[in-house]
């Protein structure tokens, strides 16, 4: 399996992880007790760029999946690193999900 073959796989890990470095992360070290409410601050003012980007990156990830399932589809070959590739897609799509979740109902609070 090539690098080549995980790209929407790590695609989507990547902008989920970027998306998460405005809410889910400050939150996580505040509540650890390892920053502060500034460390907090300062991170989630990025939140209008991140956000959108994770968004963006997470949708190019599925097309560049479907896109690449739907040609071994019709080569009849197998796609390699599909259930991989799959199951990192499902854990970035939870991430943003709780991202979400923390962003618009959490932090409104």
Do not use: E, H, W
């Amino acid at each position: 399996m090539k690098l080549n073959d995980l790209t929407p796989g790590l695609i989507s890990v990547a902008t989920g992880l970027g998306a998460s470095l405005c809410c889910v992360l400050p939150l996580s070290i505040v509540a650890l007790g390892l920053g502060s409410g500034a460390f907090m601050m300062v991170t989630m003012q990025f939140r209008p760029i991140l956000y959108p980007m994770g968004l963006l990156g997470l949708g190019i990830a599925y097309f560049l999946f479907f896109r690449r399932k739907r040609q071994c589809d019709l080569r009849a070959c197998k796609m390699a690193g599909g259930r991989l590739n799959l199951s990192l897609l499902i854990i970035s799509t939870v991430l943003m999900g709780v991202i979400t979740y923390v962003d618009f109902f959490l932090v409104s609070l």
